[in-house]
């Protein structure tokens, strides 16, 4: 038997149209309702996380739209693009087919690893993972259809949908205060060497000179200032421009990867923009809300628009002058050559395929379904003392409450939250200690970083804060992380660490990945997050920095011989 499946030849055009298009369309049909309810549960949340304002009817339209996660806020027009081009794409080759042995096993071994990824996945409730899963397992079911010429034909609508799955928001979160740091040092220089506006960088915010009252001026760096929203969401138009743009071979790739530092100069050009206006205009103007932040918001997209173009017409122009042909006339050049190529017509009714999507529904659907119990225990309660000597002073505490709405985030009531006052001298200031404890439930043990945000505080500084050697029983340095950050007037001081098992870490994702290791093993799956929290009063940052890390000497060999 030869390495091509029998299949009876049949002439370019008869393949691709007609009687072909009878054979494609119901199996498309089946195939896109059954990856539609496997993939339902991990969409859903996807999508609640995009837009959680939505549902909100007294709210404006634009505030729904833009209410939920910013840096995916272009993340429902992906798959209509993406279908939109797979349309153009079938009415020019349709489903051009010639499968062989070797595309067959590699394509069922791509479907299988990647169905089984997204059971994982979905039964773990790891969503972005499921959700990049679905790119491999089409990717699979386009092999076993019709070999690498429908892999070459429909690789683009494919490849497109990963700007569909947002990323954690832990991971954004690390990126995204890098680049916010680095573009306002960046629009700094520019503001006071180029329009001579003096101004001082203090983390998210830039400090300029009174106005005419001698009031003190401050503009807050948001995040989507920052640059990652325009960096994700021009990453996707960009690689959209590089498949349609007139430039051919590898001048896609370059304009593909420009999208980067475009996106990057665009918002330093942004925020150096605001600083200017917020010298001159005042930061009710510039700041969030104000109509030249709002507008800014929209040319800088403009801007890197006009950017790519410009970076185009330079390529062109490069080959013109070089007498090089980089120049293609025709909407995805490449399907012309598989325009001149016979091939037979895709099977898309295979009945592997179809039971093993039928098998993921079912399951995606049961799971998806389960009532999610919250973990009920005492075990942190048990962790803290009520009454704790810090230095030479003895603090008493008192509990404090977690509403129910964080308690229906975290799934579980397994905590302890305490605020600790001086028993002397009470006009000091205290210190608050959470200890969430979770048993086979990664949920409770999340990043901080996401609930400091979520409650409308800015972080304005992170980074490692050592708290010394023998703290804990193992003997090993423990390092903490700090996190400061401000509403309005009000500074807060935050010091955590995550615990999974014995081991200690300031790193999300390292802690998630082994209690889910933990749990995929069928072994205990334990974590806590460990927070202490200290307001900043009057300013003295230093003062707060020295209390909370004199309580986490204090208390860490405590929690660390109580919480198992």
């Known amino acids: ?331 995805l050049g490449y399907l012309n050559a598989i325009e001149g190529e016979k091939h037979v017509a895709a099977r898309t009714l295979h009945p592997g395929v179809l039971t093993g999507l039928v098998l993921s529904a079912a399951l995606s659907v049961y799971w998806v379904n389960q009532p999610q119990p919250a973990a009920v225990g005492g075990m942190a309660k048990q962790v803290l003392p009520t009454r704790v000597q810090v230095g030479d002073a003895v603090y008493t505490s008192g509990d404090l409450v977690l509403d129910d709405k964080v308690l229906a985030i975290l799934e579980t009531d397994d905590y302890v939250y305490r605020r600790f006052a001086r028993e002397v001298d009470a006009g000091e200031p205290g210190f608050d200690l959470l200890i969430v404890f979770s048993k086979n439930n990664r949920r409770g043990t999340h990043s901080p970083e996401l609930c400091i945000q979520g409650s409308g505080e800015k972080i304005v500084s992170k980074g490692p804060v050592s708290i010394g050697t023998g703290v804990v029983e193992s003997g090993e340095p423990l390092s903490m992380r700090e996190v400061v950050s401000q509403d309005g007037r009000r500074m807060v001081y935050y010091l955590y660490i995550f615990k999974s098992g014995d081991s200690y870490t300031t790193n999300y994702t390292m802690q998630q990945a082994t209690i889910l290791l933990h749990g995929l093993l069928r072994r205990e799956a334990v974590g806590a997050l460990i927070r202490l929290t200290v307001t900043v009063q009057d300013e003295d940052l230093e003062s707060a920095r020295r209390l909370a890390r004199d309580a986490a000497a204090r208390l860490m060999p405590i929690i660390d011989k109580n919480l198992p």
Request: charged share 10%; glycine share 10%; hydrophobic share 55%.
């Open 1 to 331: 038997m030869s390495g091509e499946e029998t299949s009876k030849p049949e002439s370019t055009s008869a393949s691709l149209s007609g009687a072909s298009g009878v054979r494609v369309w119901p199996g498309l049909t089946v195939v896109a309702v059954l990856m539609g309810l496997a993939w339902y549960g991990t969409f859903s949340r996807v999508w609640v996380q995009w837009f959680p304002a939505w549902w909100r009817v007294d709210m404006p339209l634009l505030d729904r739209l833009t209410g939920g996660d910013s840096y995916y806020t272009h993340g429902p027009l992906v798959p209509i693009v993406a279908v939109a081009i797979a349309f153009y794409i079938y009415s020019r080759v349709g489903t051009p087919a010639k499968r062989t042995r070797g595309s067959s096993m590699l394509g069922w071994a791509v479907f299988g690893m990647f169905l089984l990824a997204h059971l994982l996945f979905t039964f773990s409730s790891v969503t972005f993972a499921s959700g990049f899963a679905l790119l491999g397992v089409m990717m699979g079911v386009v092999l076993i259809w019709g070999g690498w010429p429908l892999v070459r034909a429909y690789a683009l609508p494919i490849a497109l949908l990963f700007f569909m799955v947002p990323l954690p928001l832990a991971w954004i979160d690390g990126i995204n205060f890098e680049l916010k740091l680095f573009a306002s040092k960046m629009a700094l220089w520019l503001a006071s060497h180029v329009f001579s506006v003096p101004a001082v960088v203090d983390g998210s915010y830039v400090l300029l000179s009174p106005d005419a009252d001698g009031l003190p001026k401050t503009l807050v760096i948001e995040n989507v200032c920052g640059g990652l929203r325009s960096i994700i969401a021009l990453t996707f138009f960009a690689a959209l421009f590089a498949a349609l743009c007139r430039a051919t071979g590898l001048w896609r790739w370059f304009l593909l990867l420009m999208a980067f530092p475009v996106a990057i100069a665009c918002n330093v050009v942004r925020i150096t923009g605001l600083i200017v206006a917020a010298h001159h205009l005042g930061t009710d103007v510039a700041g969030e809300h104000g109509w030249f932040h709002d507008l800014s918001g929209i040319l800088v997209f403009a801007l890197a628009l006009g950017m790519m173009f410009l970076l185009e017409s330079g390529v062109l122009v490069l080959g013109r002058i070089l007498k090089r042909d980089w120049f293609d006339a025709r909407l």
